[in-house]
């Protein structure tokens, strides 16, 4: 059973626009959240984190919220730029091992 | 340059025969880890190990077998007993479990 859903394939956004990245998860005991940026042929590369202590994290363009109550995490991206362009993945990270969701392709149009 | 390395980047097997991939680290993590990304999927978590000599399955440890006889190195070993073995895989490697991982560039393994 997944327990980390990322429930939309896909997302086309316009370049400078807002991109929101979704993430819905089971476990309420799940305590640590992140999201990792792929491209086609190589690994992931982390890009932000949060603790279930706080409910918002930011880093630049980037700010994850958390609502632990709806156990839903999202990803904003603020402006988007075509070289946002990538596979969104995220994790979460119970005892010691990372679980990840099946991702979300976006795609940031010029 | 500290980093984790996957070798080779693409691998071509003969249906059933045992490839191992390489993953070493030099970045002093304790946790290292494997995951296999197929077309359409997520990462899917395959054994980790949280420290030397020990290790755990993941979801999909099926046909597959590792040692962590090194905190640098971390094998994996496609077996002949795994049913659909091509696939992109990944290593990645903590500080601790619950920090974030850091990937190589992973291998693709095709077995015909």
């Known amino acids: 059973d997944q327990q980390v859903k990322q429930n939309s394939p896909s997302l086309s956004v316009q370049e400078g626009r807002i991109s929101i990245l979704n993430c819905d998860y089971t476990n309420s005991m799940f305590d640590y959240f992140l999201w990792y940026k792929k491209y086609p042929a190589e690994g992931p590369t982390f890009l932000i984190s949060?603790?279930?202590?706080?409910d918002k994290n930011e880093d630049g363009r980037f700010t994850v919220f958390l609502n632990k109550s709806a156990k839903h995490l999202s990803l904003h991206i603020v402006p988007s730029q075509p070289g946002d362009s990538a596979v969104y993945f995220c994790?979460?990270?119970?005892?010691?091992?990372?679980?990840f969701g099946q991702g979300t392709t976006l795609q940031v149009k010029p | 340059d500290g980093g984790i390395t996957q070798s080779p980047k693409y691998l071509f097997r003969k249906e059933g025969q045992n490839v191992t991939l390489s993953c070493e680290q030099n970045?002093?993590?304790?946790?290292m880890y494997w995951y296999r990304q197929d077309p359409g999927q997520g990462l899917r978590l395959i054994y980790y190990s949280q420290i030397v000599n020990d290790f755990q399955k993941g979801d999909i440890a099926e046909g597959y077998s590792v040692s962590r006889e090194k905190k640098e190195s971390f094998p994996l070993t496609v077996t002949s007993a795994q049913k659909n073995p091509t696939a992109f895989y990944l290593c990645a490697s903590s500080l601790q479990g619950d920090t974030e991982a850091f990937f190589g560039q992973g291998t693709r393994l095709t077995v015909v």
């Open positions: 994790a979460a990270n119970p005892s010691s091992k990372l679980i």
């Open positions: 970045l002093n993590h304790d946790a």
């Open positions: 949060i603790s279930s202590i706080k």
